[in-house]
């Protein structure tokens, strides 16, 4: 508490002292109060001091910078005048750690201005719905967590609000304030890397990913946040985007594209950015129909694009239908911070920090009978008989027999009572919340959930002759998958005369593989291909491995 109202005093005092009226500096920059400064490659940030003395008179201006209440630096400069003015300029550097600094500023002897509390580390941005914005009881703070005016959704008041804050979690559209997951991802940061941490969250509820779209005026979402950021003076210095939305929406099918060119803007304004980071949205409020279409454009989004990293939100507990307990964002923020940790901090903690994602789907047997889902990872399948009802073949939600895990193989295997000649599988229902499905899920190893999956294609099975080629033992594995540019394909049980070729979607051979299949030192047993599919369209192709009568095909989608 002393240090809030230490705070306050000094801003109420008025940031520039008064100084005597022949000689008043004009500062174009000085630090301001609980400023936040973004550490550069030397962990570490200069904080400009410039000016102008107006009149002539004074002799001197001095800087003189403190670290804990310790003077640790003191800078002098003698003015030289041009006619009756003389302009000034330091560059003191503050160091990236959990350390207050205080700047403090004379013209000769007399002070003139004075900031307390400013700090130096990483700055992120949060953007997105209702659920980036979370409201709950979480009342944790820290005074090296902080942020830049107010998340208002009013231009006025958004432009009106230009002060540096101590970051808040327990409020929303407000001065400071972040959310809670936001403030648990930053509160990991400080506690693990000591590291001070600005987040500005410019979320707001019930909007669209169309309604972010860039407008750099202070009446858009995108604009108000992007004039925070400015103001802060961070726009080359915001490392990641943070982004939770997709309840609502106008097109979802449109959905990867623009988040894309969300992304592509956010660039050009925030040059600094690193990395991406998106939550898949859990089945609940929003969207009458299509959220699951919104999932997988989610789920495939970070198809290509290595600096898009994507986090579950299924099996987080707390859930109303719609939005969480503090419980809920708390494991939300925790499991974010992980892949954060991994990406900016050296974390070693990097084991089955993703949620599980599907790679492959096929039949196991001739009489489709049952259909084997293969993961990135082990993924379990939870005691609850109705995991039966999380999965749709095509467009029908189908009570399954049983579903099983084989954890070594990366592998669930589902059990039909009748055959099946689904062409498509789907895990997670596409509902509004009256009949939100609450569960149970899959999960990793972690307690991560899997991400769902909407109408991901079902590989075809052998042909001609059943059984010359081993179904079991993975004879043709296909990753990743959707892909861009490249896919990985690998060929188990591999012998000579075997032929690999793709082909679009009527039947026409757009590439033969044979040759670069058979020129692989192994005379027998696994064989790696990768095809680069840089010169050919976005779609559906089809990877046929054949060897005499027998034919193996899997399908797989190229997106651009």
Not at 196 to 224: F, K, M, Q, W
Not at 325 to 346: E, P, S, T
Not at 462 to 484: I, K, Q
Request: glycine share 8%; charged share 15%.
């Amino acid at each position: 508490m002393r240090f809030y109202l230490r705070i306050a005093a000094e801003c109420f005092i008025c940031f520039v002292f008064p100084f005597m009226a022949q000689a008043q500096p004009v500062l174009t920059a000085f630090p301001k109060p609980l400023q936040f400064y973004c550490r550069n490659a030397q962990d570490s940030a200069v904080a400009a001091v410039t000016g102008t003395v107006t009149a002539a008179g004074p002799e001197s201006v001095t800087v003189t910078l403190y670290k804990n209440n310790i003077q640790t630096l003191h800078l002098a400069q003698r003015l030289h005048y041009s006619g009756a003015t003389a302009s000034f300029g330091f560059s003191p550097k503050i160091h990236a750690e959990l350390s207050m600094y205080k700047f403090e500023l004379r013209v000769d002897t007399a002070l003139y201005a004075s900031a307390d509390s400013v700090v130096c580390g990483d700055a992120f941005t949060i953007d997105g719905q209702s659920n980036s914005v979370t409201q709950a009881s979480y009342n944790y703070s820290s005074k090296w967590i902080r942020s830049f005016g107010s998340s208002t959704t009013d231009a006025a008041p958004s432009q009106a609000d230009s002060t540096w804050a101590v970051a808040q979690s327990m409020t929303i559209y407000s001065h400071g304030a972040i959310g809670v997951w936001g403030m648990q991802v930053a509160r990991h940061i400080i506690e693990n890397s000591q590291i001070p941490v600005c987040i500005i969250n410019g979320g707001y509820n019930g909007t669209s990913i169309e309604s972010h779209a860039r407008d750099l005026t202070y009446s858009s979402i995108y604009g108000r946040l992007y004039n925070r950021v400015r103001r802060a003076e961070l726009l080359n210095g915001i490392r990641a985007v943070f982004w939770h939305q997709g309840e609502s929406g106008y097109d979802p099918a449109m959905y990867r594209t623009n988040f894309l060119n969300l992304c592509s803007s956010w660039k050009t304004d925030y040059p600094s950015i690193e990395r991406y980071y998106l939550f898949q949205t859990r089945p609940g409020c929003g969207i009458a129909s299509g959220q699951d279409i919104v999932r997988e454009a989610q789920r495939i989004i970070p198809v290509g694009r290595p600096d898009i990293s994507i986090m579950s939100t299924v099996d987080l507990p707390g859930h109303d239908g719609c939005h969480y307990a503090a419980n809920g964002y708390i494991q939300m923020g925790d499991q974010l911070y992980r892949l954060v940790a991994r990406d900016f901090y050296v974390s070693s903690d990097t084991a089955r920090i993703c949620p599980p994602n599907i790679q492959e789907a096929r039949f196991a047997d001739m009489a489709h009978t049952r259909l084997i889902l293969r993961f990135d990872q082990p993924v379990l399948v939870p005691a609850d008989t109705g995991i039966r009802h999380a999965f749709a073949l095509g467009k029908t939600v189908t009570a399954l027999d049983s579903v099983k895990a084989d954890t070594a193989a990366n592998t669930i295997t589902i059990y039909f009572h009748v055959p099946s000649d689904s062409a498509t599988i789907s895990y997670g229902p596409d509902t509004w919340n009256s009949a939100t499905y609450e569960g149970p899920w899959l999960y990793n190893t972690r307690g991560i959930g899997a991400l769902t999956f909407h109408r991901f294609i079902v590989s075809a099975n052998t042909e001609d002759e059943p059984g010359t080629m081993d179904l079991e033992n993975h004879s043709l594995t296909v990753a990743p998958n959707p892909f861009n540019p490249s896919v990985n394909i690998k060929v188990a049980g591999w012998k000579n005369g075997t032929e690999l070729k793709i082909l679009n979607i009527n039947g026409k051979v757009v590439v033969n593989l044979t040759t670069v299949l058979n020129n692989g030192s192994q005379k027998s047993g696994l064989r790696q291909v990768s095809w680069n599919a840089s010169g050919h369209a976005s779609g559906v192709y089809v990877v046929m491995l054949k060897n005499g009568n027998s034919k193996l095909k899997q399908k797989v989608m190229l997106i651009r």
